[in-house]
T-cell receptor, first 111, second 116 residues
Framework: RKEVEQDPGPFNVPEGATVAFNCTYS??????FFWYRQDCRKEPKLLMS???SGNEDGRFTAQLNRASQYISLLIRDSKLSDSATYLC????????????FGSGTRLLVRP | DTEVTQTPKHLVMGMTNKKSLKCEQH?????MYWYKQKAKKPPELMFV???????INESVPSRFSPECPNSSLLNLHLHALQPEDSALYLC???????????????FGDGTRLSIL
């Protein structure tokens, strides 16, 4: 079983739609969680950290459920520029420098 | 605009060449990283420097040699690479949290390396 699992997609949604991605992690010793986005042939960019209480940044909302070991990302009012691959990232307590990446979920927002 | 700058952006080299990839950050981060990314795959960690000392080597072949001359610079020296080493090489940096890493990492835009 992979340490971090994501649905690869692609999710194909119209502009203005709300879309949600989930990510599950296998190691309960995971301590830090992030969402990154990566455009084709570009570097990963930090989208947001994910906190137990949930957090929001504009149109983006991230949630963490430690009991069920999953993380979610909700994007409201999708824009064409949101088209990218979204990477779920976890850090383990015993390997705090190492980002564990999911394989990414591809989002396509169409006009 | 990325705050971690990498040079060169593209590099083509033969298997007998020696070249170096460079990375620079001025965010005051004391942890710096090298990753390798193949197409349609997530980045794979290669090396971690914390306070200019190598703290993690993910069993990387010796044809890749990292160097951290100071807190802002990170190099990756390449020698006798193989065609399967062709990939995007990403540098990242982060603060060092209490007890070590555990901080979000900020990536440079990478060097796209092709080995002939």
């Amino acid at each position: 079983r992979k340490e971090v699992e994501q649905d690869p997609g692609p999710f194909n949604v119209p502009e203005g739609a709300t879309v949600a991605f989930n990510c599950t992690y296998s190691n309960s010793a995971s301590q830090s969680f992030f969402w990154y986005r990566q455009d084709c042939r570009k570097e990963p960019k930090l989208l947001m950290s994910v906190y137990s209480s949930g957090n929001e940044d504009g149109r983006f909302t991230a949630q963490l459920n430690r009991a069920s070991q999953y993380i979610s990302l909700l994007i409201r009012d999708s824009k064409l520029s949101d088209s990218a691959t979204y990477l779920c990232v976890v850090i383990m307590v015993d390997s705090s420098y190492k980002l564990i990446f999911g394989s990414g979920t591809r989002l396509l927002v169409r006009p | 605009d990325t705050e971690v700058t990498q040079t060169p952006k593209h590099l083509v080299m033969g298997m007998t060449n020696k070249k170096s990839l460079k990375c620079e950050q001025h965010m005051g981060h004391r942890a710096m990283y090298w990753y390798k990314q193949k197409a349609k795959k997530p980045p794979e960690l290669m090396f971690v420097y914390s306070y200019e000392k190598l703290s993690i080597n993910e069993s990387v072949p010796s044809r890749f040699s990292p160097e951290c001359p100071n807190s802002s610079l990170l190099n990756l020296h390449l020698h006798a690479l193989q065609p399967e080493d062709s990939a995007l090489y990403l540098c990242a940096s982060s603060h060092v949290g209490a007890g070590g890493g555990n901080q979000p990492q900020h990536f440079g835009d990478g060097t796209r390396l092709s080995i002939l």
